[in-house]
């Protein structure tokens, strides 16, 4: 089983992304950047979703919006 501390204020990619509505955006950590770029690419194929990104060098994120 894992621990509880280790899991503790992480988010899953995938279910944050079917649920960010038009207009909104959310970060992750720069060192997710590969995986958050997959998964809004695998659900931009499947369910015809558009995102746009950009990096915050300065607090160390990637951000995903919503476009459509």
């Known amino acids: 089983m894992r ?28 060192a997710q ?9 695998q659900l931009s194929v499947e369910l015809g979703r558009k995102f746009t990104a950009r990096t915050d060098r300065e607090n160390g994120h990637y951000i995903l919006t919503r476009i459509e």
Request: no cysteine; hydrophobic share 30%; glycine share 6%.
């Open 3 to 30: 621990d509880r501390k280790k899991t503790r204020g992480k988010k899953s990619i995938r279910p944050v992304l079917r649920v960010l509505e038009v207009g909104h955006s959310e970060a992750w950590p720069l």
């Open 33 to 41: 950047r590969a995986s958050v770029h997959a998964n809004s690419y």
